[in-house]
């Protein structure tokens, strides 16, 4: 177990410091959101309309920021040999990196969300649900990118190789959250649409690690 | 705890070429093995084999009386020539993060870098670190968490004569309490070792 809490301390602390931290994410993060909607127009009719669609999407590209570096510096410097050499199975070691991720890029994102759907013009009494979407979605996010991640070791340009292979994975949550949100503008039950992000999210937590650890063990041999 | 290492008719294959074949060495509990032969000739790729990092081309890698998985789940310190620090982190965090991954505690963390001579230094960052206190660094997580096999890859380069002579004092500690101590050299090392010679089929025929 203390080795377990351990590695989540280091992970933590590395992805906060990585890429420039979550300043630079949420930084990225409203200029996206901010970007997305002036393309269909001002009008505040509209951009309501779009505010939380915009929001979730922009979720989903920032999310995508510091995920190159997730695996990268640790193959790099030897750190992923080392972590190889231990009782705690590499697949939990990967969980746990994603966890890391999570806990310092993710929630930072979740908290800005609402504020940056609000700031659109969507209503603020969607602002929990948008909270909750961006925190299931970045889970499902961290460990769905964590497997491009593993898998672009080594490649010449990993980072952009790893939105590539990370961006078709994205939809399904996209997808299930961005309806959620417009269910629950609606009016209209919005519940289904969430269990599928979380189902989704757990199913990417469970499957995702092993297939980071077999990427990452094929890298280092 | 590993009371042997034996390695019998291996052959390892880096990018389609074959780096040796038929090797065969045994290392007992309380003996270290060099291993010596040119640049590129597989030292490095027969260390990671043995940490279980490389799969063998053929042949096989034993540790006595214990299973491969638990060897090297719990008893082998790896040291690559890549120090596996972060450059923005301190000294003892990485220290400290790699004692309890491989098994030990703070205390032991404390006191392998004291005897390493670092204990002054752990409040720095990774990067203000020269070479050679780097690996000192890596090789307190060797002392701190007490592991039966010890790969060494070039452990002494970055080091000073002083430090070579105190590392090699640390080494024959390790063997007297019945460890044993897998290097890839180029300068002899410090202590007696069983010489094995990797060399390509064709030079070695």
Redesign the interface.
């Known amino acids: 177990m203390?080795?377990v809490l351990?590695?989540l301390s280091?992970e933590t602390?590395?992805a906060w410091?990585r890429g420039g931290g979550p300043m630079v994410s949420l930084g990225f993060y409203a200029g996206v959101a901010t970007l997305l909607p002036l393309a269909t127009g001002p009008e505040p009719a509209r951009l309501a309309a779009v505010a939380p669609g915009a929001a979730w999407v922009a979720l989903a590209l920032a999310a995508l920021l510091s995920l190159d570096r997730l695996f990268e510096?640790?193959y790099?410097?030897?750190?992923l040999?080392?972590?190889?050499?231990?009782?705690?199975p590499l697949e939990i070691a990967c969980a746990i990196k994603c966890l890391g991720q999570w806990i310092a890029t993710a929630a930072p994102l979740a908290v800005a969300a609402p504020v940056a759907a609000i700031a659109l013009g969507a209503p603020p009494h969607m602002a929990p649900l948008v909270f909750a979407c961006a925190l299931m979605g970045g889970l499902a996010f961290a460990f769905v990118g964590g497997i491009g991640a593993a898998l672009s070791l080594g490649a010449r340009r990993g980072g952009l190789l790893t939105a590539v292979i990370v961006l078709p994975l994205f939809v399904p949550p996209v997808i299930f959250g961005g309806g959620a949100l417009d269910a629950f503008a609606g009016g209209l039950p919005w519940k289904a649409g969430f269990s599928l992000l979380a189902a989704y999210a757990a199913g990417a937590a469970a499957l995702g690690p092993i297939a980071m650890a077999a990427a990452c063990?094929n890298a280092?041999? | 705890m590993i009371e042997g290492l034996r390695i019998e008719n291996l052959a390892l294959r880096r990018g389609g070429r074959l780096l040796f074949e038929g090797l065969e060495f045994e290392v007992r509990a309380g003996q270290a093995a060099a291993l010596v032969g040119r640049n590129g000739a597989g030292k490095t790729s027969l260390l990671?084999a043995i940490?279980?990092?490389?799969?063998p081309e053929a042949g096989t890698i034993a540790f006595a009386a214990i299973e491969p998985e638990d060897a090297?789940?719990?008893h082998?310190?790896?040291a690559?020539h890549?120090?596996?620090?972060?450059p923005?982190?301190t000294a003892w965090?990485e220290l400290?993060?790699?004692t309890?991954?491989?098994?030990g505690s703070h205390e032991t963390a404390r006191e392998a870098a004291g005897r390493l001579d670092l204990t002054r230094l752990l409040e720095l960052e990774v990067r203000r670190l020269s070479a050679g206190q780097r690996r000192r660094l890596s090789l307190a997580r060797l002392l701190a968490a007490p592991r039966a096999l010890w790969l060494l890859d070039e452990p002494l380069s970055p080091l000073d004569a002083e430090w070579r002579a105190r590392f090699g004092e640390l080494m024959a500690d390790h063997l007297t309490q019945g460890g044993l101590i897998v290097a890839a050299v180029h300068d002899p090392l410090p202590i007696p070792a069983l010489e094995v010679a990797i060399a390509a089929p064709a030079e070695a025929a």
């Not at chain 1, 040999?81 to 705690?88: E, H």
């Open positions: 203390s080795r351990a590695l280091r602390a590395l410091g510096r640790d790099e410097d030897g750190a040999d080392l972590l190889t050499l231990s009782s705690t063990r280092l041999s | 990671r940490a279980g990092l490389v799969r090297r789940a719990d082998i310190h790896f690559g890549q120090e596996a620090q972060k923005a982190r965090e400290s993060f790699w309890r991954w491989s098994g």
